[in-house]
């Protein structure tokens, strides 16, 4: 991992020195609903602390890292707070991973142990790690503080364009200071309830869902498997003071598609304060669907696992179609061409490559001090690989990526590389290409070009699996396709856009 000088951008600092300082005022005030199920913030704070001596007792010690099933249960968030009290990292494990995916984690990050929520027990055998259990008893005391330092508090495995997933470091100072940003950006406070129901395993649906709530001292209502009724229900059955809707773009299309004709979910999605989409485009048409169901639109920011948040159209000002909005407070960004030199040009026309500084940009990638390199530079300025334009006033509009090989199908980033290198594993399988095509429903939808060995039968749903019971269900290919042969350059390279085009 990569060591920055900190000091060096220092104009923005987190005004709150503790993570999570409302949790050490624990009272009877609601943190967290997940289902059924709610925690006031002296339950939330109590089930962190039996973690907390979950952890000596199995001889965890301050700097290990473990690994967490972030299984969609209230003691998962107790498991998280009391390893960041304990100043371990956490590895939240996707509890749909599948093996060859899994075994790379784990023997990549190296986690001391692994934990698991009560009641759910892990699909697989945890790769020689041994599996605790996360804590469930409260006992009344006060949480000790957790300071906002350069330590790290998770490891978020994503995927590059070629290879495995790369594990990024985030810090504790990464998460405060974006969540500060956001604070500020999006007028959120603790009179808020965030509503979402997106994976406790990235940046959106554990940083910004669950950490962001709770330091803002708000309350977070998680929804564990997205159903357009269960977002309904949370947004209405419930008497919470104002609500905040967090989204990836397909939510929101199928939110706006069934609202459409359901009069009760078009009622609920006019009650939040904010409805938010991010971590991939959203369709200006879907905004223009949403407007003329609620009256008013989506606020969109825009953001990496690496970076966290860039850039958000702040609550202050109307939804703004087609833009991510301007940098966020404390965020540097500027947009470079292909030689990584400056472009000056703010007439929403000229594309660059985004490339941001912040307090909030990552500590970089575990074991791979190289591809570190590649993105991060000796100032701190992260290379994002996005391409956008800049209008007068410093809106940025994203207009797609540097590389065609990364995918992002439902909000959730896909390298092709690695669903390429999965399918060659497949013994009926001689080449493939994957390419993500666009998709009304998941913005792209991972498709697989397959040249069969010799005498091997059709089988896309045979393969799809195989993909989703070595990696995970989202990078499943939605659609194979069998090619005698893949168009190739003089060089060799497949020629992917002759592929789709
Ligand atoms: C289907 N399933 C299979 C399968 N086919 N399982 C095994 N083998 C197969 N062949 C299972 C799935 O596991 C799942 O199980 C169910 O079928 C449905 O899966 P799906 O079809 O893949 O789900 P889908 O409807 O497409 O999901 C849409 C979605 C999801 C929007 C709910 O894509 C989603 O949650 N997206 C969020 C991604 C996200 O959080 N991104 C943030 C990245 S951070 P089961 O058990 O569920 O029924 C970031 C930074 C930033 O980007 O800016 O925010
Ligand atoms: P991830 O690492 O999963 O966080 O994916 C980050 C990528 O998601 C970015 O590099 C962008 O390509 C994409 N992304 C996130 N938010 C937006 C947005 N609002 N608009 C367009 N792309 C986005």
Same mark, same amino acid.
């Given at each position: ?60 010690? !301050? ?12 003691? =998962? ?9 304990? *100043?371990?990292? =956490?590895?939240?494990?996707? !509890? ?14 190296? !986690?001391?142990?692994?934990? *698991? ?71 959120? %406070? ?31 209502? &998680? ?12 947004? %209405? ?73 860039? *850039? ?99 909000? &959730? ?8 290198? *999965? ?36 089988? !896309? ?41």
């Amino acid at each position: 991992m990569r060591q920055r000088d900190k000091a060096r951008r220092s104009w923005y600092r987190s005004s709150v020195s503790e993570l999570f300082a409302r949790l050490r005022e624990a009272d009877s005030r609601l943190a967290l609903i997940v289902g059924d199920e709610a925690w006031s913030y002296a339950e939330l704070a109590g089930a962190a602390l039996e973690h907390v001596s979950l952890l000596a007792r199995s001889k965890v010690a !301050p700097g290990d890292r473990v690994a967490l099933w972030a299984e969609p249960h209230l003691s =998962t968030a107790a498991a998280m707070i009391g390893n960041a009290v304990a *100043c371990v990292t =956490t590895i939240p494990l996707n !509890p749909k991973l599948g093996s060859a995916e899994l075994e790379h984690i784990l023997s990549d990050s190296a !986690p001391k142990l692994a934990f *698991c929520a009560a009641g759910f027990e892990p699909i697989h055998e945890a790769g020689g790690v041994p599996l605790l259990r996360a804590a469930h008893a409260s006992p009344p005391s006060r949480l000790p503080s957790i300071e906002v330092d350069d330590s790290p508090a998770l490891i978020l495995y994503t995927s590059g364009t070629t290879g495995l997933p790369k594990g990024a470091v985030i810090t504790r100072r990464n998460i405060a200071a974006n969540l500060d940003s956001l604070a500020e950006a999006w007028e959120w %406070t603790a009179r808020d309830t965030v509503v979402h129901s997106l994976p406790l395993i990235h940046a959106h649906g554990l940083v910004l869902g669950l950490f962001g709530s709770l330091r803002v001292g708000g309350a977070l209502h &998680y929804v564990p498997r997205f159903s357009l009724g269960g977002i309904g229900r949370a947004l %209405t059955d419930y008497r919470h003071d104002q609500t905040v809707l967090f989204a990836v773009p397909t939510m929101i299309h199928r939110l706006a598609e069934t609202a459409e004709r359901d009069d009760d979910l078009r009622d609920a999605l006019r009650v939040p304060r904010l409805l938010i989409s991010g971590s991939a485009g959203l369709p200006v048409r879907e905004h223009e669907r949403i407007q003329a169901l609620t009256g008013r639109g989506v606020h969109e920011r825009y953001g990496l696992t690496e970076t966290l948040i860039n *850039c958000a159209v702040p609550a202050s000002s109307p939804p703004m179609p087609g833009y991510v909005g301007p940098p966020l407070p404390g965020v540097e960004l500027k947009l470079v061409d292909e030689q990584r030199r400056a472009i000056d040009a703010h007439d929403d026309e000229t594309i660059g490559e985004v490339v941001v500084r912040s307090d909030a940009v990552f500590a970089g990638y575990l074991n791979r001090d190289e591809a570190t390199r590649e993105l991060l530079d000796g100032e701190g300025w992260f290379y994002t690989g996005d391409l956008a334009t800049r209008t007068a006033s410093g809106a940025i509009r994203i207009l797609g990526r540097r590389s065609t090989d990364m995918i992002k199908t439902g909000g &959730y980033r896909v390298g092709a590389g690695e669903i390429e290198a *999965c399918l060659l594993e497949h013994p009926t399988v001689r080449e493939a290409a994957v390419v993500g095509v666009p998709d009304d429903d998941l913005g792209q939808r991972i498709a697989a070009f397959v040249v069969l060995n010799e005498c091997e039968a059709e089988d !896309p749903a045979g393969l799809a699996a195989f993909v989703a019971e070595r990696l995970s269900p989202h990078k499943r290919p939605r659609e194979v396709r069998f090619r005698h042969e893949l168009p190739r350059n003089a060089m060799g390279k497949v020629q992917k856009k002759k592929l789709t085009g």
